[in-house]
């Protein structure tokens, strides 16, 4: 995957240093409004392929129910987003060692009344996921309107992070966490920096 630069608005040594203290991050106007708007529009134009999330081997559970479309190269708008969480990933290898090596991610459509209920992305180390990442799509948000994730850090502190439009939510992929239930339609993209090669 092709490394490229990271926006400005990425301060890499804050990141840094919230993850090793909290084993999460939070990365607030994470991109331009031309680039927001693009965003917006390759994924809203694409709604109608979404499909109903999947846990494990396409089984439908109880425990969530959004609805996703992976990405991959042919979503250009997207697969930016995709390059630049890569990129990241080089420079969390530098401070943590970790070994990511590719990035897979998804759109994820939260409709009112829509959750998923508290998991782990990578539970004992179960699979490759190293980091997990939320980027929030819509354009407008009111915190009443749900959608939350609810956080455990690392120190067993809990956290509500709001789904604030142009705003990245990365965590450690094996802490505790929960998308409350929404009121309004929220838009997002999903993604884990992962040790292993994924091919969706």
Partial sequence: MEAV?????????????????????????????????????????????????AIQNGVISKIRSDHILWLNPELVISHHHVQALYSLGQELN?????????????????????????????????????????YYLHEDWQNDWGGELHLQDKNDIWHVLHPKPNRIALFQSDLLHEVLEAKHQRLSITGWLRSDSTIL
């Fill in 5 to 53: 630069l990271l926006p400005k608005s990425w301060n890499v040594d804050q990141i840094l240093d919230d993850l090793d203290q909290h084993g999460f991050a939070i990365i607030d106007d994470a991109y331009s409004d031309d680039y927001v708007h693009q965003l917006i529009e390759e994924c809203t134009s694409n709604l109608n392929l979404f499909r109903e999330a």
């Fill in 94 to 134: 530098r401070a943590f060692y970790l070994g990511i090596r590719d990035v897979e991610a998804h759109f994820a459509c939260y409709n009112a009344g829509e959750f998923y209920a508290l998991h782990r992305d990578n539970p004992q180390g179960k699979n490759g996921r190293m980091i997990s990442t939320v």
